[in-house]
């Protein structure tokens, strides 16, 4: 085992595991939206799990689901330069989120709640405009739907349905106008997807949702 310092708590980690998952396996919650422990690479896209870490005297800013535990690390994950970077990386993900708490599917299940409520946070950012695209609901699938306004690009239904072997989801566009979409955007129903609703299971907000939970958007 690899002995490292969490805000001055010392832990036994795993030689080359993730900071992120020794620290939730503490009891030490680091937020985060995008990580899975079962990913070989880390997709870091939330910026949600900065930390800061200290190896040899020399402090760096890194993700906590990318970075793995070395022996004698000291991990800072409350300094208030990680605090500001953290909620800034939050703001951006709420400017392009439809808050719909109300008739979410999720509702105070969502990951988005959890955060902002760790940060300090409101669900709607002061400091920037609405970005919010008019995105259509498809709810062709007898079973789910999916909602693009409450996506927030976290990759793990696209992960989740490439583990299976299957196709289905995967990221289309770049940079903003990025999003989860099938192939050559036909409606869920066309793809062949066999049901096993794991999609819905990982998705951390209610952009995924099993139709008999509700879910539609609100006026």
């Not at 998952?21 to 422990?37: D, F, K, N, V």
């Not at 070395?70 to 703001?91: C, H, L, P, S, W």
């Not at 951390?204 to 006026?219: I, N, V």
Request: aromatic fraction near 6%; include cysteine; charge should be positive.
């Amino acid at each position: 085992m690899t002995s490292v310092t969490i805000d001055g708590k010392e832990i036994a980690a795993n030689p080359g595991e993730p900071i992120l998952w020794a620290a939730l396996r503490s009891g030490i919650y680091i937020p985060h939206l995008c990580a899975t422990p079962a990913a070989e690479l880390a997709f870091g896209g939330c910026r949600l799990c900065l930390i800061e870490v200290e190896v040899g005297g020399k402090r760096e800013m890194v993700t906590a689901c990318s970075e793995p535990v070395r022996e004698r690390m000291k991990i800072y994950t409350d300094t208030e330069k990680v605090t500001r970077m953290r909620q800034i990386a939050f703001e951006l993900i709420m400017s392009d989120h439809a808050v719909d708490c109300k008739n979410c599917a999720k509702r105070k299940a969502c990951e988005l709640i959890k955060i902002a409520s760790f940060l300090n946070m409101k669900l709607q950012p002061k400091r920037l405009r609405s970005l919010v695209r008019e995105l259509p609901i498809d709810d062709s699938h007898p079973l789910f739907a999916y909602d693009p306004r409450k996506c927030v690009k976290c990759g793990k239904c696209v992960s989740k349905c490439h583990g299976l072997e299957k196709s289905f989801l995967d990221f289309a566009y770049r940079g903003f106008e990025m999003t989860i979409s099938t192939f050559d955007h036909v409606p869920l129903s066309s793809t062949g997807c066999e049901s096993c609703l794991e999609c819905v299971t990982v998705c951390p907000t209610g952009a995924l949702y099993l139709k008999e939970t509700g879910g539609s958007r609100g006026g």
